[in-house]
Nanobody, 122 residues
Framework: QVQLTESGGGLVQSGGSLRLSCAAS????????MGWFRQAPGKEREFVAA???????YYADSVRGRFTISRDNAKNTVYLRMNSLKPEETAVYYC????????????????WGQGTQVTVSS
């Protein structure tokens, strides 16, 4: 089990940038696949990006080329750099973790943070 705490959300104008951070507890952080998901009001929680133990990265088509996920195993932290943000990307962004292999479904992640709000104004 790993505890996750997100930070870095806030209000940004359309076209702006934010960097989200997710700090994890425990000594086995490097063993986890780390993912970012988001949930807008009235919508399902959706996959945004993930990074494996070896550093391979995966992105939703809607964010590829604008968002970058990275991890620092020495700091037990995963980051999501978001550029060229759009108003429709206003959502609560969640950090998630799972052992072993990458999965895109939220149902395959058993560890979640409390979320951080990102609001993109037009």
């Amino acid at each position: 089990q790993v505890q996750l705490t997100e930070s870095g959300g806030g209000l940004v104008q359309s076209g702006g940038s934010l960097r989200l951070s997710c700090a994890a507890s425990g000594r086995t952080f490097s063993s986890y696949v780390m993912g970012w998901f988001r949930q807008a009001p009235g919508k399902e929680r959706e996959f945004v990006a993930a990074i494996t133990r070896s550093g391979s990265t995966y992105y939703a088509d809607s964010v590829r080329g604008r968002f970058t996920i990275s991890r620092d195993n020495a700091k037990n932290t995963v980051y999501l750099r978001m550029n060229s943000l759009k108003p429709e990307e206003t959502a609560v962004y969640y950090c998630a973790a799972r052992l072993y292999d990458f999965r895109v479904s939220k149902d395959d992640y058993s560890n979640w943070g409390q979320g951080t709000q990102v609001t993109v104004s037009s």
